[in-house]
T-cell receptor, first 112, second 115 residues
Framework: DAKTTQPNSMESNEEEPVHLPCNHSTISGTDYIHWYRQLPSQGPEYVIHGLTSNVNNRMASLAIAEDRKSSTLILHRATLRDAAVYYCILRDNTGTASKLTFGTGTRLQVTL | DTGVSQDPRHKITKRGQNVTFRCDPI?????LYWYRQTLGQGPEFLTYFQNEAQLEKSRLLSDRFSAERPKGSFSTLEIQRTEQGDSAMYLC?????????????FGPGTRLTVL
């Protein structure tokens, strides 16, 4: 799986939007962009994924650059419960995709 | 459905002892994964099963590690002759494999401390 680069940490105020960036300049045409997050003392949980178009779900939005070399996870209104480590992961879609290759992620702090 | 469960949640052992962890996946999921996570790092892949077949093993999985999924349901991860470097959180995940993507659902993990 191709490598991703994320900032080590970010801070946000509660109720404000948060934009978490991810660079993946070596992404291949068959790679999907996945985001997982890990709340304190829990296993990771799926957030969202996309290929080329921007995606929205109940948790977040994913904005993908036109050249696909970067993406941004958007939390529209951060809450204290969103404090977690967010991982951006590329996964091949050729049908053999199995493991998730995690980096060190971005630790998001949310303050009142 | 109660999600992925792991047992025990915590294990303290002395160096040289053997330990075994259990993972119960979500019932209809045919893929099961094991990961290891050390402090400040993201989880690292160890191995995965599709049904009862072990399809991939990481080079991190030394000869002291063995995983089984005998009937394609629960899985066990055994570490023989534990070393202090084995201290970590061991995470299990499961998924229902489809060709597009397969979201992995993680359990709470088993924290191993080797003294």
């Amino acid at each position: 799986d191709a490598k991703t680069t994320q900032p080590n940490s970010m801070e946000s105020n509660e109720e404000e939007p948060v934009h978490l960036p991810c660079n993946h300049s070596t992404i291949s045409g068959t790679d999907y962009i996945h985001w997982y997050r890990q709340l304190p003392s829990q296993g990771p949980e799926y957030v969202i994924h996309g290929l080329t178009s921007n995606v929205n779900n109940r948790m977040a939005s994913l904005a993908i650059a036109e050249d696909r070399k970067s993406s941004t996870l958007i939390l529209h209104r951060a809450t204290l419960r969103d404090a977690a480590v967010y991982y951006c992961i590329l996964r091949d879609n050729t049908g053999t995709a199995s493991k998730l290759t995690f980096g060190t992620g971005t630790r998001l702090q949310v303050t009142l | 459905d109660t999600g992925v469960s792991q047992d025990p949640r915590h294990k303290i052992t002395k160096r040289g002892q053997n330990v075994t962890f259990r993972c119960d996946p979500i019932s209809e999921h045919n893929r099961l994964y094991w990961y290891r996570q050390t402090l400040g790092q993201g989880p690292e892949f160890l191995t995965y099963f599709q049904n009862e077949a072990q399809l991939e093993k990481s080079r991190l999985l030394s000869d002291r590690f063995s995983a089984e999924r005998p009937k394609g349901s629960f899985s066990t991860l055994e570490i023989q002759r534990t070393e202090q470097g084995d201290s970590a959180m061991y995470l299990c995940a499961s998924s229902f494999w489809r060709s597009s993507y397969n979201e992995q659902f993680f359990g709470p993990g088993t924290r191993l401390t080797v003294l």
